[in-house]
């Protein structure tokens, strides 16, 4: 029996080195740097749209997870930022954070009753939902209160509710209903035009006319979310950028106060009568600096003796820095960052025009106001009253971004292979149109 010798390189030819021939020589040549740049990026993007592991519920779980600890840190940075000041006033240093607690507790219930559902049932609620968010927008004009200069809550039975923050969620909704049902008539601007931007023009104005520029800039940011992803041609952002920043530069000169934090930032000094706009953002930059690579250690903060106007809110994000260092502050980036790489895989994996405009629109939402509260704090935007989603004290801002999570999730549930989906919760009957294959294909066996 002779065996099967096992494979083998070839002999070199005699006066001839082995393999280095220009075969081997070219094989060996580096490729070019724009080749490399160019396979890198694929690799990039590739990576970020997680092909394929959508269908393992890797992405489900890890909006899931990053939503959860940023909620989880968010209450517990609310504790130790406003116990010294609800000391001071004579209140239970746990009373914010119980109220964040349930708030959150609540959040996350409708959060997981949300992800069980049909996202395409939501269609139903679209117009209920934008005309209640702007009769109650209206509605606190009348008896709403005034905060710092603001007036966007209305008090229910000691309960403060922020009409404007349900308003974020009610317009992405009834954005991507009415931009799905126009499709192809997008490319032509009277469909651009009515009735997607006059009534966010009207959600913006009653937001504005409460004196609440950062609300109304997220606002802004959500409406071109919803054109940029129903696929409307480049050309009318540049326009309405235009219009936008004439508008911007209006409200601006017409507001005292708007000048002042604007110049403030810019030159660093105080305003003319002698208002120092950057004391709440130069207080913030110190916690930042204070804090070091780890911080001064959780609940040990300086800055949030009152230093920091609206520690607990707005300023968090340098309450973060200071006690918990760059580490935390790093650790809170690379939670929004999976947050969003996750709901980002979630977008591009959309084939239906609805589904891709409310979950993109929910991420810009989301990941820009986040940039924007953060870029305040660092000092690279003038002061804007935006608060850092999911960390920032205020139940109405929880409450809806929790919702909205929900809702990017019930569409990530559908990308999951059957077998290791989460089950529904709610069963609704079908309606007419989905009974129509059904009955076909019985129609057929019975033929």
Same mark, same amino acid.
């Given at each position: 029996?002779?065996?099967?010798?096992?494979?083998?390189?070839?002999?070199?030819?005699?006066?001839?080195?082995?393999?280095?021939?220009?075969?081997?020589?070219?094989?060996?040549?580096?490729?070019?740097?724009?080749?490399?740049?160019? @396979?890198?990026?694929?690799?990039?993007?590739?990576?970020?749209?997680?092909?394929?592991?959508?269908?393992?519920?890797?992405?489900?779980?890890?909006?899931?997870? *990053?939503?959860?600890?940023?909620?989880? #840190?968010?209450?517990?940075?609310?504790? $130790?930022?406003? *116990?010294?000041?609800?000391?001071?006033?004579?209140?239970?240093?746990?009373?914010?954070?119980?109220?964040?607690?349930?708030?959150?507790?609540?959040?996350?219930?409708?959060?997981?009753?949300?992800?069980?559902?049909?996202?395409?049932?939501?269609k139903r609620l679209a117009w209920p939902a934008i005309i209640a968010a702007m009769v109650l927008l209206a509605l606190v004009?009348?008896?709403?209160?005034?905060?710092?200069?603001?007036?966007?809550?209305?008090?229910?039975?000691?309960?403060?509710?922020?009409?404007?923050?349900? $308003?974020?969620?009610?317009?992405?909704?009834?954005?991507?209903?009415?931009?799905?049902?126009?499709?192809?008539?997008?490319?032509?601007?009277?469909?651009?035009?009515?009735?997607?931007?006059?009534?966010?023009?009207?959600?913006?104005?009653?937001?504005?006319?409460?004196?609440?520029?950062?609300?109304?800039?997220?606002?802004?940011?959500?409406?071109?979310?919803?054109? =940029?992803?129903?696929?409307?041609?480049?050309? =009318?952002?540049?326009?309405?950028?235009?219009?936008?920043?004439?508008?911007?530069?209006?409200?601006?000169?017409?507001?005292?106060?708007?000048?002042?934090?604007?110049?403030?930032?810019?030159?660093?000094?105080?305003?003319?009568?002698?208002?120092?706009? /950057?004391?709440?953002?130069? @207080?913030?930059?110190?916690?930042?600096?204070?804090?070091?690579w780890f911080g001064v250690g959780l609940g040990q903060s300086r800055q949030k003796y009152s230093w920091i106007p609206e520690?607990? /809110?707005?300023?968090?994000?340098?309450?973060?820095?200071?006690?918990?260092?760059?580490?935390?502050?790093?650790?809170?980036? #690379?939670?929004?960052?999976?947050?969003?790489?996750?709901?980002?895989?979630?977008?591009?994996?959309?084939?239906?025009? =609805?589904?891709?405009?409310?979950?993109?629109?929910?991420?810009?939402?989301?990941?820009?106001?986040?940039?924007?509260?953060?870029?305040?704090?660092?000092?690279?935007?003038?002061?804007?009253?935006?608060?850092?989603?999911?960390? *920032?004290?205020?139940?109405?801002?929880?409450?809806?971004?929790?919702?909205?999570?929900?809702?990017?999730?019930?569409?990530?549930?559908?990308?999951?292979?059957?077998?290791?989906?989460?089950?529904?919760?709610?069963? =609704?009957?079908?309606?007419?149109?989905?009974?129509?294959?059904?009955?076909?294909?019985?129609?057929?066996?019975?033929?």
């Amino acid at each position: 029996m002779v065996s099967t010798p096992t494979r083998r390189q070839p002999a070199g030819r005699p006066g001839r080195p082995t393999g280095t021939g220009s075969t081997a020589t070219k094989a060996k040549r580096p490729a070019p740097v724009t080749v490399r740049l160019r @396979n890198g990026y694929r690799r990039f993007w590739s990576a970020l749209e997680g092909n394929g592991t959508s269908r393992n519920g890797s992405t489900y779980y890890l909006i899931l997870g *990053s939503t959860l600890a940023l909620t989880a #840190i968010g209450i517990m940075m609310v504790l $130790s930022a406003s *116990s010294v000041e609800s000391i001071a006033a004579g209140k239970s240093p746990y009373g914010d954070a119980l109220k964040q607690g349930m708030f959150a507790g609540i959040g996350i219930f409708t959060m997981f009753v949300l992800s069980r559902i049909n996202v395409v049932w939501l269609k139903r609620l679209a117009w209920p939902a934008i005309i209640a968010a702007m009769v109650l927008l209206a509605l606190v004009q009348v008896v709403g209160a005034e905060v710092n200069g603001n007036k966007n809550w209305i008090d229910l039975g000691g309960i403060t509710f922020q009409p404007s923050e349900a $308003s974020k969620l009610a317009l992405a909704l009834w954005m991507a209903t009415v931009l799905a049902m126009k499709g192809k008539l997008l490319r032509r601007w009277q469909h651009v035009f009515v009735p997607a931007i006059p009534v966010a023009v009207i959600v913006i104005g009653l937001v504005l006319i409460g004196n609440d520029l950062g609300t109304a800039m997220i606002i802004m940011m959500i409406a071109a979310a919803a054109l =940029f992803f129903a696929g409307v041609p480049l050309y =009318f952002f540049g326009i309405a950028g235009l219009l936008g920043a004439a508008g911007a530069a209006v409200m601006a000169i017409t507001s005292s106060n708007r000048m002042c934090r604007i110049t403030s930032w810019w030159t660093g000094e105080s305003c003319a009568d002698g208002i120092d706009a /950057n004391y709440q953002a130069t @207080n913030g930059l110190y916690g930042l600096a204070s804090g070091g690579w780890f911080g001064v250690g959780l609940g040990q903060s300086r800055q949030k003796y009152s230093w920091i106007p609206e520690a607990h /809110n707005d300023f968090i994000f340098a309450i973060i820095g200071e006690e918990l260092g760059l580490v935390g502050t790093v650790v809170v980036l #690379i939670l929004f960052a999976i947050l969003g790489a996750a709901i980002y895989r979630v977008v591009v994996a959309q084939e239906d025009t =609805f589904h891709r405009v409310l979950a993109g629109t929910i991420m810009v939402w989301l990941l820009g106001q986040a940039t924007v509260n953060m870029s305040v704090v660092t000092g690279l935007m003038p002061v804007i009253g935006v608060p850092l989603p999911f960390i *920032s004290y205020g139940g109405s801002a929880l409450l809806m971004s929790l919702c909205a999570i929900g809702v990017v999730l019930s569409l990530a549930r559908e990308q999951m292979a059957p077998a290791i989906r989460p089950k529904r919760m709610l069963k =609704f009957k079908a309606t007419g149109r989905e009974k129509a294959p059904r009955n076909k294909k019985s129609a057929r066996k019975r033929a």
